[in-house]
C-alpha cells in the first residue's frame, strides 16, 4: 500500500470543514489549523508534518502559500479560483496551493486523488 498523503489546511477564517471531508474520502490525512488567521501557519504546520500538500484560503488566494513558499521554499501556485485551477497546480509540481475562500469536498477528493496519480506517474 502506498504511503498515506498528508495535507494541511490553513483558513484565513479557520474553516475547512468540507475539505477535509473529501481529503479522508479519497483516503488522505487532513491536517486542520484550527483559529483565525490559520492559513499564515501554514507553511510551519507543513513543514512539522512532513506534509505533501497546502492549502491556503483568505480573500486574496495567497497570503498564507506565498508565506510559507518565501519561509520554507515550497512550490506555491496562488490566486485560485476554483477546482480545476488547483488540480493544474499540482499538475506543474506546486507543493502549496493558494485559493480564494473555497471550503469543498470536491476540492479536497480531487487534490487527493490527483496527487496520487501524479506520485504513480513519478515512480514508474
Partial sequence: ??????????DRLGKGKNIIVGIEK???????IPGMGADMKLGDVM???N?????????SG???ALMAANKYGYKVKHNLRSV????????????????GFLDSEELGFRVVEE??????????
Avoid: N, P, W
Fill in 26 to 32: 479519497a483516503g488522505g490525512k487532513a491536517i486542520h
Fill in 47 to 49: 513543514h512539522e508534518e
Fill in 115 to 124: 496527487y496520487r496519480k501524479l506520485q504513480k506517474k513519478e515512480s514508474e
Fill in 51 to 59: 506534509a505533501d500538500i497546502g492549502l491556503s484560503f483568505c480573500g
Fill in 62 to 64: 495567497g497570503a498564507g
Fill in 84 to 99: 480545476e485551477a488547483g488540480i493544474t497546480g499540482l499538475k506543474e509540481g506546486a507543493k502549496v496551493l493558494g485559493f
Fill in 1 to 10: 500500500m502506498s504511503k498515506q498523503i498528508v495535507v494541511v489546511i490553513g
